[in-house]
């Protein structure tokens, strides 16, 4: 039973961290050209499988604001479940971030060019990018600094 709380409990902490990091950079956290910086949480599934639901729960309420509607809630939200659970998968630490990086390059990109009939490649390439900063420029160097505290924080469920 402890173990299934602390689950919950993790989980549900990275989430509202993810919600309420995407709404406070609101403005680069939505559209073609964007740094979503709570992507850097991405990293988080490598010490972690609790972060994996917490990060789709965390994105599905951070799309709810987005103003992208139900197409951003559902696909763009399942995009960052299916890169979460990839970086949980990865078997070295440089590649933890990857996933996030190309799943949402590719279902973002598709996602913009379905609601605002965008340039698929050019939206891909740009969002791309902003990954890129948030998990590898930000998230990356957090994965560093968690794993000297990972006995404390995290039993980690590899």
């Known amino acids: 039973m402890k ?6 409990v993790h ?9 309420v990091l995407t709404i406070i950079f609101a403005p680069i ?15 988080l599934p490598f010490f972690t499988p609790a972060a994996i639901p917490g990060l789709f729960v965390g994105c ?3 799309n709810v604001y987005g103003g992208g509607g139900m197409v951003d809630i559902v ?23 990857l996933p996030p990086v190309l799943i949402n390059a590719v279902a973002i990109g598709l996602i913009l060019n379905y609601l ?13 990018l902003g990954q890129m900063v948030a998990c590898y420029g ?11 505290y990972e006995n404390t924080l995290f039993k980690r469920g590899r």
């Open 75 to 97: 696909f763009g939200s399942l995009a960052t479940l299916f890169a979460a659970f990839a970086s949980y998968k990865m078997p070295k630490k440089i590649l933890v971030p």
């Open 138 to 148: 930000l998230g990356y160097p957090l994965m560093m600094i968690l794993e000297k």
């Open 29 to 43: 956290s939505y559209g073609p050209m964007q740094v979503r910086v709570s992507e850097a949480l991405t990293v």
């Open 116 to 128: 605002s009939n965008l340039p698929f490649f050019a939206s891909a390439l740009w969002v791309g």
């Open 11 to 19: 989980g549900a902490i990275i989430g509202a961290i993810y919600v």
């Open 60 to 62: 599905v309420i951070a």
């Open 3 to 8: 173990n299934k709380t602390r689950f919950l």
